[in-house]
């Protein structure tokens, strides 16, 4: 689960993590009132810049013209204007973009040096690792690319756990002037000590910067969390923003469908989540290109069958349907049943493959052949791969 620079920020704040303070706001009319009585824009200390800055589920905001720098506060109403209802596309968002619902103003920074803090989960060591870097404010996989020497890995030790000594490593990396070095350790310390308590699956920092102050502020704050522990952090997961989820995916998650939406033409559905990797990997080796993931579970029921046709030609990039089910515990011929009934209620108008093996197969296919349907039926797994890429190729 992904959330907003605004509350990751929010969150940074409450584990001590220097950032800058802000308001967010959903209208112009919200951003006037701001300026007109906000501390953020009163006093002898109000900043000399603020930045306005669009909140979506997406990195490369800058360049797409999400992020824009007030000198004087009656500029700011403006910015918002130009960000709020416009549709960014970045690197991350797709060709579609993402449409700005909300924008966030905070306090601008003198910025002398940007740099680069992350922390993920490193699976190959299965540690949690810190990556720092002297390239902030560039993706970082392009540094990774490019130049790698510029990256510092840190995989923490479980056991160990933090020790300052990893926070004045990244200060030496990264050539932070003494005043500096002190409060890379906190924030390090504070990083790691957020990652762990909140299930976090990745943090990003980028930038955090240098100011002219002398000060270290995480400028950006991204953070994804673990979806199988959201569940102990109910305050975390009211964070979530439906408007940045695909609709489809929020769909499926009602009825407990694994449904990742992919970009092909062949929608599968299948029992258990390696047999569905397995099944996509075989639609690309028969020629064709999968358009989603879909895992109905083990029991799967007439209605999850039908909830998982309606799902899947939601996309409307479908050209055919591969049903690929294994009968374990549950037996084929109720699983025939279902594709049958549900066949009936959903109307399928693109060719539709089913392949059953395991317990009562045979019966089940009989069923499927018998019943009338437009079904082609498959015994092996690459015969029905291959049944499907041929019919959406040849438009049958
Ligand atoms: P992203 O493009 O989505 O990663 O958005 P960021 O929050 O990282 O902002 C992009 C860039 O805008 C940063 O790398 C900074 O160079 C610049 N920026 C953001 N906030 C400020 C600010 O307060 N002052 C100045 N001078 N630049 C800023
Ligand atoms: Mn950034």
Redesign the pocket.
């Known amino acids: 689960m992904n959330i907003h ?1 605004y509350q990751a920020k929010e969150l940074f704040k409450e584990f001590g993590i220097p950032v ?1 303070s802000g308001v967010l706001v959903e209208s112009v009319d919200e951003a006037r009132r701001v300026v007109a009585e906000s501390p953020l824009f009163k006093g002898e200390t109000k900043p000399a ?3 306005v ?2 909140q979506i589920h ?7 013209g ?2 824009k ?1 007030a000198r004087k506060p009656e500029e700011v109403p403006d910015l918002v204007g130009q960000i709020l209802g416009k549709t960014l596309v ?1 690197h991350q968002t797709g060709p579609e973009g993402k449409k700005v619902l909300k924008v966030w103003i ?6 002398v040096r ?1 740099f680069y803090l992350g922390v993920v989960i490193d699976r190959t060591t299965r540690r949690m690792t810190l990556i720092a870097s002297t390239e ?2 560039m993706e970082i996989e392009e540094v990774a690319q490019s130049h790698p020497e510029k990256i510092f890995h840190y995989p923490v030790d479980p056991l160990e756990g933090y020790s300052p000594y990893i926070g004045r490593r990244i200060s030496q990396f990264l050539g932070l002037p003494f005043t500096a070095q002190s409060q890379m350790v906190n924030i390090v310390r504070d990083l790691v000590d957020f990652f762990q308590k909140r299930d976090a699956s990745m943090v990003e920092i ?2 955090l ?1 240098l100011t002219k102050e002398d000060r270290l502020v995480a ?2 704050a ?1 953070v994804g969390f673990d979806d199988n522990a959201v569940g102990r952090h109910p305050e975390i997961r009211s964070l979530r923003d439906l408007t940045e989820e695909n609709e489809l995916e929020i769909e499926a998650s009602k009825y407990n469908l694994n449904y990742v939406k992919l970009d092909g033409n062949i929608a599968c559905m299948v029992n258990g989540a390696g047999l569905a990797m397995a099944t996509m990997d075989v639609i690309a080796l028969a020629g064709g290109s999968p358009a989603n993931f879909l895992d109905v579970g083990g029991g799967a029921s007439k209605e999850t069958v039908e909830q998982a046709f309606r799902i899947i030609l939601g996309d409307p990039h479908v050209k055919g349907i591969f049903v690929n089910i294994f009968g374990g515990i549950v037996r084929c011929e109720r699983i025939a049943g279902g594709i049958i009934a549900a066949a009936q209620d959903v109307k399928i108008s693109v060719p539709l493959v089913v392949r059953l093996q395991g317990t009562n197969a045979k019966e089940g296919r009989e069923m499927l052949k018998s019943s009338g349907l437009a079904i082609q039926v498959a015994e092996e797994l690459f015969e029905g791969a291959e049944k499907i890429v041929l019919a959406v190729k040849g438009g049958k």
Not at 58 to 64: I, N, T, Y
Not at 106 to 111: V, Y
């Open positions: 620079e800058p810049v603020w930045a800055k669009a997406a990195g490369g905001r800058g360049k797409a999400g992020v720098l970045t905070e306090e601008g920074s003198n910025i940007e902030g404010g980028n930038p910067v400028l950006d991204k």
